[in-house]
């Protein structure tokens, strides 16, 4: 055999086995269709006289008592939270009333801190202005004058005088006033701490 026949023969074989192969798998295809339709009508079949009815939905009565339960629940935790903002609400307004009056009172102890400074100042130069008066006065005519005056309040002139003037004046005093004197100011640091 020649060449060319023999490649003419291998040919006309590998196309009647192609032919064979599309002829099997085409049968496959259509023993697979076919078994696919029945088993889809049997199931639509099926379906139609075993399918339930449609049911309604009904609630049952433990549901519906809980679903009331938690909506009256969820009604006053919103009450709650409305009195709670209300109540906070009215904090505010006190603590912004509170904190105002407290500015307002420390406002109130400054000037009144100023107007007693400046009354003390005031009341330590009259003091001063008298103790000078009293220093320039001669002896003899202060004394009636610090006589008239209570031992405390004449105790307080003369321990801010000079020493001389002081002496001066308690040389002109009754005895027993110028003892009572002598006393209230020898005992006003006797009190205080000594270390």
Do not use: H, W
């Amino acid at each position: 055999m020649t060449q060319p026949a023999a490649k003419s023969k291998r040919q006309t074989r590998r196309r009647r086995a192609r032919g064979s192969l599309v002829l099997i798998a085409s049968l496959f295809i259509v023993s697979a269709t076919i078994r696919f339709g029945e088993g889809v009508g049997l199931a639509f079949a099926a379906a139609g006289k075993d399918a339930p009815e449609a049911k309604t939905c009904v609630p049952d009565e433990d549901g519906m008592a809980l679903l009331r339960a938690v909506q009256e629940r969820e009604r006053k935790v919103t009450e709650r939270e409305g009195a709670l903002a209300d109540r906070r609400q009215s904090l505010d307004i006190v603590e912004k009333r509170v904190q105002d009056r407290l500015a307002a009172l420390v406002a109130a102890e400054k000037e009144l801190a100023n107007t007693v400074t400046f009354a003390d100042k005031a009341a330590e130069q009259d003091v001063q202005r008298l103790v000078t008066v009293y220093e320039a006065m001669k002896p003899k005519e202060a004394a009636p004058l610090f006589e008239a005056m209570s031992p405390d309040f004449a105790a307080g002139f003369l321990g801010r005088m000079r020493p001389e003037s002081a002496a001066a004046i308690m040389a002109s005093l009754n005895p027993d006033f110028a003892y009572s004197i002598s006393a209230i100011v020898a005992g006003r640091n006797a009190r205080a701490p000594t270390n």
